[in-house]
């Protein structure tokens, strides 16, 4: 399984941007895929997940700027990020977790930067 994750990039506060996260296989397979972050001295913190059946859920810190949204024909996952802060610059990695059989897959992370 490989994630590929996209779209990251340099905007300035109050801007927006949609990762993308394209997966190797049918994202079917997965129980549940979602977003994480980690800036810069900071530890990973989780930002959005999706379910298989497309029920979502985000910290109360990202209600309302930030949408998880998947594309099972296109075997992809996204999020859309408005109203971007400075505070939001952090690497963003894409993970899709499934149960039978156990597995937790991660991408290789995409960039975003937010200037002020």
């Known amino acids: 399984v490989q994630l590929q994750a996209s779209g990251g990039g340099l905007v300035q506060t109050g801007e927006s941007l949609r990762l993308s996260c394209a997966a190797s296989?049918?994202?079917?397979?997965?129980?549940?895929m979602g977003w994480y972050r980690r800036a810069p001295g900071k530890q990973r913190e989780f930002v959005a997940g999706?379910?298989?059946?497309?029920?979502?859920n985000y910290p109360d810190s990202m209600k309302g700027r930030f949408t998880i949204s998947r594309d099972n024909a296109k075997n992809t996952v996204y999020l859309q990020m408005n109203n971007l802060k400075p505070e939001d610059t952090a690497v963003y990695y894409c993970?899709?977790?499934?149960?039978?059989?156990?597995?937790?897959?991660w991408g290789q992370g995409t960039l975003v930067t937010v200037s002020s």
């Open positions: 993970n899709a977790m499934k149960l039978v059989p156990p597995g937790n897959y």
């Open positions: 296989v049918s994202i079917f397979g997965f129980n549940a």
């Open positions: 999706i379910t298989s059946s497309g029920s979502t």
